[in-house]
């Protein structure tokens, strides 16, 4: 019975649980350690020259909602509208969640629109892999971040980059919603970033 239990544990580890190595944070240039003693974040996201795939981001969007036409009237507008709304209401509370897991114990806040923030992470969405899923085929979502920590006159302090974010999890591989599994890019991140300040910064 007991090994039974570790298998399972096991197995929903190997599952559910993110390869900590699987991305890397780079401390390209200034020093993070600037926020120590923070408890209070400031986050703007932006997605300015995004690529989607290996291609810009309004010639992915434009393409699709073609192609989405074709099969049915109107239905092009209203993927494209999903893929915009999807920001704020799937991975920018994603990066979050994770971003903040990590901090909790040094009871560090990072949301957007802290008004009190001494500082703020500049997120950057630099491209992203959306990947696919049709059952018989699937290919992982990833995701390339650019963070910059500027101060409240727009300083910047430190600039880092966070490259080939897979997913946090691929739910056993049942992740046919391409929103959710952009998504779960956003976790990978925002885990990624937590810890590197945790360990780096923070502790």
């Known amino acids: 019975m007991k090994k039974l239990k570790y298998l399972i544990i096991m197995a929903l580890v190997y599952f559910f649980i993110p390869n900590a190595e699987a991305q890397k944070v780079k401390l390209v240039s200034g020093n993070a350690t600037v926020l120590k003693g923070q408890t209070e974040l ?3 996201y932006t997605y300015e020259g995004m690529t989607v795939g290996k291609k810009d981001e309004q010639v992915y969007v434009k393409e ?11 239905d ?4 494209a509208a999903k893929w915009v709304e999807d920001r704020n209401a799937k991975y920018h509370p994603k990066f979050e969640y994770t971003l903040n ?11 957007q629109n802290a008004s009190g923030a001494t500082y703020t992470l500049i997120v950057k969405i630099v491209s ?28 910047e302090i430190a600039f880092m980059t966070i490259d080939n974010c897979p997913p946090f999890t691929s739910f056993g591989g ?5 929103g959710g599994r952009i998504a779960e890019t956003f976790s990978s991140a925002g885990y990624a970033l937590g810890n590197f300040l945790a360990k780096k910064v923070f502790k």
């Open 42 to 44: 400031n986050i703007q």
């Open 64 to 74: 699709k909602v073609a192609e989405r036409n074709k099969s049915k009237a109107k």
């Open 76 to 79: 092009g507008e209203t993927w």
């Open 128 to 155: 992203i892999e959306p990947g696919y899923n049709i059952g018989i085929s699937r290919q992982n979502a990833y995701l390339d971040v650019a963070v910059t920590i500027v101060d409240n006159t727009q300083k």
């Open 101 to 111: 897991k990590a901090l909790d114990k040094f009871k560090v806040k990072a949301l």
């Open 174 to 178: 049942y992740d046919f919603d391409t």
